[in-house]
Each structure stands twice: as structure tokens, then as C-alpha cells.
């Protein structure tokens, strides 16, 4: 029992960290209405960035988490730089981005598949050693923490005009160039924050798991879109601006509490992929079905 | 005020699909006309509001805007002078934003948009007032997803936008022509108070040759990327529907018949 309990406490401070990458996602994906695959590379781009930097160069893990961020920006930026000056469809320009990332992430990483930060200092420890608390413990709270922060800081930002203005990017563009906005900075501006999210997310996962791998980000987006749609679901009823950002969150806690249960369960790891894609590709369907479904059933060869 | 000097404007250049869609456009607006555009389909009317609007570059000829060379800026940069009203009703709002946010993005056209606050509290109380004049209920409903509104509605809403911020020039798209005839004809009205209380300039497209002659101080008439007919003052007041078909029926050789515009 008490094994169950640790791995859901496991899967909730998993489902924070990764939550900040899902507000990533959701940026692109529910605001600007465009799927970025540049997610995959940048989540572990901020992972080798972070490792590289504390265990390569002795930085201090604040200071690497920042560092992080700005790499996911710049990736972000190239991104937005193939989509909107190379004009390429916005799904290209984030594989293109992905694809050379995982170049750019072994030469970060001095051509080494992985890093592990075993003696290094964390964040995480760092507070283990002050409170006395477990490392998943202070994994929970940590994310809880900068994941409140981060949805806080974000309702402000679309709060603003610049923030409306880019909301309004992605809900009609037409509309917000004719009333002078410039969409593809936007555009640009979206793609950046969403892949420095991203990449922050990263380089916390890489603190918290105590190890970077070039692969690490590998899956991201749909962990991301299946996270969505979960929160969707759960917290769909709620329309205010706030509740839909926690419900990215949310739903990342709820789909690492699903994997928890199913690896448990005695599935094998792997799977786990498959089972997401599965999962997303319904979540996207039922829409469509119930759609269709409920024209089906309103027809009538009589009228009424 | 406007000046359309010899634009030329050709899609397709080079393939079997070439159109030349304006074939040396003149055109002078003075300041507080308001001009009724008419003609068939394809003659060029949205194209020359386009041209204006910088939704596409010109192939030659200049477009000058209250002394300013304004050709060669891309949309986005013309946006601060202009007020435009689509002919599709849903593209002039954010269908998943608030009737109050889609406002605050209209009255901020053409201004940095800054890290303020999207809406201040003083703003809300003047959309709220404005909102009344459109006598549809709106102005209760602030905070409701414009989604949620009829075409009419939306139409309404996005001509109010195009105004909050005085244009140097109202660009109206064939704004009525989705809507059913009672919302076309109360859209019609307020375009006309909106026009008369702000003094504004502007240029309608439309395909109602009553509406026509009826609105607006100047008409004129396009066929096949030329302007055919351009009339005003007087000349125009005593027109009659008979006399621009005559007009056109000259100018196209009786293919006229054919046209939509037959139906308004």
C-alpha cells in the first residue's frame, strides 16, 4: 500500500513538472490554434542545457534553469523565424526545429547520449538538505509551486493588450492585422514563450530525475496534447481564462497518475507511448463523432 | 484626402488564370464623402478596397492617404488610418473573445499594444454607452463570447469597432449583403448615423443599386477594373435604378442581364 502511495506521489510531482510544459503546449495549441512539434526538441534542449551547465560548468541551478528558459525562447524563435519570414506550414517549421535540436542537444552535451547530475547540487537537494523533507516530497511542492507561478504570471500577461492581442492572433488574424497588429510577431512572440515554458519544464525534469537524456523529450507533444485534452474534460465546464490554464496542469497530473496506475498494473513502460497516442486520437475524435452522431439522428425523411 | 493615382492590379500574372482586376484606377476622395460603389461581379470593387487596405501589394500606381504615400506599407501599418467592415460577418469580430475585449483590440487599432491592462474600467462605461446606441440589448452583455451573437449582430458590433477609433477613411466590403433584409436594412441605418454623426469618409461597396443612390453624397460605378460612372451632387440625387442599368447595359454590352445585380 504504502508502495502505491509513493509511486501516485512520484506521478503527481512528475505531472507538476511536466505541467509546465503542457502550459507550453497550451499556448500553441489552444491560443494560436497551431501544433508545434518544436516541443519534443525544446523540452530536452532545456534538459541537456541545464545538466551541461551544472555538472559541465559548476553554474549555480537557478541560474541553469534560467538558462534553460533563453534556449527555449531562441528555439522558439527559429521556429517562428521558418514559419513566419520562410512562411513554411507552422507543423514543418516545429519539426524542422526538432530535427536539427537533436543535433544542436549531443554537441551541448560534448556527444554524450546522457548526463547524470548524481553529485551535483539541484534545486531540489537543495531543499531536501534544508527541510529534511523526500526528494518527492520537495518535488511536489517545488512544481505546485512554480507551476502556480508560472499560470499566475501567464493569465496576467494575456490579460494585457499584447496578450489580447496575441489571444486574438489565434482566434481570427484577419481581424487583428486590419486593426494593425503585426501577427507575425505574434506569431513569433507565442512560439517564444510556449517553447521557453517548454524548455524550463525540461531542465526542472532533468534536476528532479537527476539525469538529462537526448531522448528525454521524445513523445512531449502528445504527452502535452493528451494532458489538454484530460483537463479539457475534466475541468471543461469551468470558463474562465485561470481554470483553463490549471486545467493543462491538472491534466498533466491526471495523466501521469493514469501511467502510475497502468505501469502498476504490470503494462510495460514502452507501451506507454502507444497507449498516449491512443488516447489523444480519441480524444480528438469524439468530437467529430458525436457531431456526426447527432446530425444522423436529427434527420428525418418527413420533416418533424 | 484619397488619392488613387493609376493603380494597376494583375492575379495570376503569367498563367492560364491571369486576371487583371485593375486596369489604371484614378480616383480622388475629398474629405467627408461618402461614396457608393457599384458594379458586377469581378469588376474590381473589392480589389480597389483591398489595394487600400494593403491586403495585397499594387502592381503600379501610387495610393496616396491624406498626403502620405501609403503603397508600399504592408496591412497591418495602413491599419491606423482605416476603418474596414467585411462582407462576411465573421471575420470582423474574435468569435472566442468578449464583446468588451473585441472592442479594446478596435480601440487600440493602429497603437503599440503595451503591457497595460487590455481594458480599464473607464473604457468599459464608454463601450457600455456606444453599445446602447446600437439598440440590439448588447450593452448588457459585455462579457459575453461574441460567438454567441447573430450575423447581425456581429456586423453591427464590427461596425462599431471600425468607428470607436475616428478612421480617416471607413472601408465598407458589401457589409450588408450576408444579412437577411430586416438586419441588412438596420445595419444599413446605423452605417448612415455612424457616417453622419463622426463626419467620416468613406467608401461602400454594395450591390443594392437603391442603397446606392440613395446613400452617400458620390457613386460611382466599375466594370472590368475601370471606374465607368462617376457621379455626385445633384446629378446623383435625381438618379434613378433605370438609369445606371442603362449605364451599365452601354458599358457591357448587354451581358448585364445576366448579373446578380439585377436581383437588388
Known amino acids: ?304 | 484626402m484619397l488619392k488613387i493615382i493609376n493603380v494597376h492590379k494583375t492575379f495570376n500574372t503569367g498563367t492560364i488564370n491571369e486576371k487583371k482586376a485593375l486596369c489604371g484606377i484614378d480616383l480622388h476622395i475629398k474629405e467627408g464623402e461618402f461614396v457608393t460603389v457599384i458594379g458586377g461581379n469581378g469588376a474590381g470593387k473589392s480589389t480597389v478596397l483591398n489595394m487600400i487596405a494593403g491586403v495585397y501589394p499594387i502592381d503600379a500606381g501610387k495610393i496616396i492617404l491624406n498626403g502620405e504615400n501609403i503603397s508600399r506599407k504592408p496591412e497591418y501599418a495602413r491599419a491606423k488610418y482605416l476603418g474596414r467592415v467585411f462582407q462576411d460577418p465573421m471575420k470582423g469580430t474574435a468569435a472566442g473573445m468578449e464583446i468588451e475585449e473585441n472592442l479594446a483590440l478596435a480601440y487600440r487599432r493602429g497603437r503599440k499594444r503595451t503591457l497595460k491592462w487590455a481594458i480599464s474600467k473607464e473604457e468599459k462605461v464608454k463601450y457600455q454607452e456606444e453599445l446602447k446606441k446600437l439598440d440590439l440589448g448588447l450593452e448588457d452583455r459585455l462579457s459575453s463570447k461574441v460567438g454567441l451573437l447573430s450575423g447581425g449582430q456581429r456586423q453591427a458590433l464590427t461596425l462599431l469597432m471600425a468607428t470607436l477609433q475616428k478612421p480617416q477613411l471607413l472601408l465598407l466590403d458589401e457589409h450588408t449583403a450576408a444579412l437577411d433584409p430586416k438586419t441588412a436594412a438596420k445595419v444599413l441605418d446605423l452605417t448612415e448615423t455612424m457616417i453622419a454623426e463622426h463626419n467620416l469618409t468613406a467608401l461602400m461597396i454594395t450591390h443594392n443599386m437603391k442603397d446606392a443612390i440613395r446613400l452617400g453624397n458620390r457613386l460611382i460605378m466599375m466594370h472590368e477594373g475601370r471606374i465607368i460612372y462617376d457621379v455626385q451632387g445633384e446629378e446623383k440625387k435625381n438618379l434613378q435604378v433605370k438609369d445606371l442599368l442603362a449605364k451599365f447595359e452601354q458599358a457591357s454590352g448587354g451581358e448585364f442581364a445576366n448579373d446578380r445585380m439585377m436581383l437588388a
Open chain 1, 1 to 304: 500500500m504504502s508502495g502505491l502511495l509513493l509511486s501516485m506521489q512520484g506521478a503527481v510531482s512528475q505531472g507538476v513538472l511536466w505541467g509546465i510544459m503542457v502550459l507550453g503546449v497550451y499556448i500553441t495549441y489552444r491560443i494560436l490554434d497551431i501544433a508545434d512539434l518544436t516541443v519534443d526538441g525544446s523540452f530536452a534542449l532545456g534538459g541537456c542545457i541545464c545538466a551541461t551547465l551544472v555538472v559541465g560548468a559548476g553554474w549555480n541551478p537557478i541560474l541553469a534553469l534560467i538558462a534553460s528558459m533563453v534556449s527555449g525562447l531562441v528555439a522558439g524563435a527559429i521556429t517562428g523565424f521558418l514559419h513566419t519570414i520562410f512562411e513554411i506550414p507552422a507543423i514543418l517549421s516545429g519539426i524542422l526545429t526538432q530535427i536539427a535540436l537533436w543535433s544542436i542537444n549531443l554537441r551541448i552535451m560534448g556527444g554524450k547520449s546522457n548526463i547524470p547530475l548524481l553529485k551535483s547540487d539541484t534545486v531540489f537537494s537543495w531543499i531536501v538538505d534544508a527541510t529534511g523533507l523526500t526528494q518527492s516530497q520537495v518535488s511536489v511542492m517545488v512544481g505546485i509551486i512554480v507551476a502556480v507561478l508560472m499560470c499566475v504570471l501567464l493569465y496576467c500577461f494575456f490579460g494585457t493588450e499584447l496578450g489580447a492581442a496575441l489571444r486574438a492572433t489565434g482566434d481570427n488574424e484577419d481581424m487583428i492585422r486590419a486593426l494593425g497588429v503585426n501577427t507575425k510577431r505574434t506569431k513569433m512572440l507565442a512560439l517564444m514563450i510556449s517553447n521557453g515554458l517548454v524548455a524550463f519544464s525540461g531542465g526542472l525534469v532533468c534536476q528532479s530525475q537527476k539525469y538529462a537524456d537526448i531522448n528525454m523529450g521524445t513523445g512531449a507533444i502528445v504527452i502535452g496534447l493528451a494532458s489538454i485534452v484530460i483537463g479539457g474534460v475534466l475541468m471543461g465546464r469551468l470558463h474562465s481564462f485561470g481554470s483553463k490554464l490549471s486545467s493543462a496542469v491538472v491534466g498533466a497530473v491526471v495523466y501521469f497518475l493514469i501511467r502510475a496506475i497502468v505501469l502498476r498494473m504490470g503494462m510495460d513502460a514502452n507501451d506507454m507511448k502507444l497507449l498516449s497516442a491512443i488516447i489523444v486520437a480519441f480524444a480528438l475524435w469524439i468530437p467529430v463523432a458525436t457531431n456526426k452522431w447527432r446530425i444522423k439522428r436529427s434527420y428525418s425523411e418527413g420533416g418533424n
